[in-house]
Each structure stands twice: as C-alpha cells, then as structure tokens.
C-alpha cells in the first residue's frame, strides 16, 4: 500500500520485508504482516487511517508449470498454489476473515504497459473444490496471449480451451472488462460486485457458467494503455503514497 526507498528492504531465503510489513515462510504457510496507512477513500472514509493485520495463506496444491503470457517470454507467470485456505486477523481497520485463497506470481523483463493494451485474468473454484483459472491478454502488437486451466486439488493442471468472451458492464472509470463463459451461455456472465475500481485496473467478482458449472469467480482487468498515460501515472502517488 505504500512504495519505499530501497534502505526500506530486507530479504532472506525465507522473508522479505518493505518498512513496516512483510511477507514469511512457516512452514508449508505463508504469512504476511502488514502495517500501513491508507489513503482517502471517499464517501465511506475520509480520512487516512491505520490498517494492521496478518494473512496466512495455507496451500493444499502446488503447481510446478511456468507459463508464457506473450509471445516472446517477456512476461512470465506461476499459478503457485491455485487451491488454498487463507484466514485474515485485523488488530485495526474492520473484521476479521476467512476462506479459500490463491497465491501466483508475476515477473518480466519490460513493463507491462509495454507488452499488453488488455487483460482479464479470472480464478475461481468449482462445485468440487478443483480451481479455474483464466488469462486473456491481448498484446501491444494485436495478438492473443490465451491460458485457461483446470487444476486438481493434487496440484495436476488440465489445459483447456478457452472459453467464449463477452463484453461485461465497465466501471466509474470506463475500463474495459470481459467475461468468459461456455458456448451459448453468455447471458450467465455478469458482474456481481466490483471491488476495486481505478483509472487503469478493476476487480470484480464475476459469475458465469464453465465447463459446464455455475460458478463465481475474481475477475481483474487491466489496461496498459490506460497505465502508460502520464496523467495515470501522475496520479498513483495520491492511491499509492510514496516514503523514503
């Protein structure tokens, strides 16, 4: 929630730490402490305020597949553990939670504004516990990078093929968003709630019908040519404060 200098970092083999919060291993779990201020966020707050709390992420599958998200492999990404619990406790801030959670990681060698225009990602879980995972980007230079899986709670991924799209409603600040579905059923995919919403990037919780399932869904889009605007980037230190 914050940005800091590099004097603010600390990492071992098994933590990594930015100023106040941080990330741990224990065990098989991952933990983070977090310790942040968080800005404005009109009408329901209206003032910065202190937001303090631990997540434990506990995963049930591993997966150990790498994938491609563009062409050239510039843009990398790991659906680590797609199956997991995860349990948040707040000491300041609002309640407590728990639930089924996911941990992936992303890592590149160019921005992202510079190889996408669009994305949407979506991960959800089926009636019998096996996750659902889909990544349609579309590429700076026109092309499709498409990934759809099914993955087991023994960690086994299943390819698929990827599922019909349709527009879905846009946010306050008009980004594009799409909604993927079975052959025939578009009208099931809709928006259930947004919950992030921004100039560049939202997230939603999204239900549709898959491989032959209802099912709810957390859809995120992103727009790199939203995010490559000056005007965007002038205005993340305002969401995202900036401390040495």
Known sequence: M???GRGSMRRDATS????????????SDIIVDFDEISVPRPPAHL??????????????A????????????RHRWWPVSPIGRIRLEMETGAEGWSGHGYM?????????????????????????GDAVILYDAIRKDGGHGQIA???????????????????????????????????????????VRTLEDGPFYTRS?????????????????????????PVVKAMLPFRMPRRR
Do not use: Y
């Open 205 to 229: 919780i999204m239900a549709t019908r898959l491989l032959g399932e209802d099912i709810e869904l957390m859809h995120e889009s992103l727009s790199g040519d939203r995010f490559a605007s």
């Open 2 to 4: 914050t940005e800091r």
């Open 62 to 73: 591993v997966t150990p597949q790498v994938f491609d998200i563009d062409q050239d492999g």
């Open 16 to 27: 990594f730490q930015v100023g106040p919060s941080g990330i741990r291993r224990d065990g």
């Open 149 to 191: 899986l099914r993955i087991s709670r023994d960690g086994a991924v299943h390819p698929f093929e990827m599922p019909e799209k349709t527009a879905l409603s846009k946010g306050f600040w008009g980004v594009p968003r799409s909604g993927h579905h079975d052959q025939g059923s578009e009208a099931t995919a809709r928006v």
């Open 47 to 60: 003032l910065p305020r202190r937001i303090k709390g631990t997540i434990r992420f506990s995963p049930d």
């Open 104 to 128: 992936d990681s992303n890592w590149g060698t160019e921005p992202l504004e510079e190889g996408f225009k669009l994305w949407d990602w979506a991960r959800g879980l089926t009636p019998d």
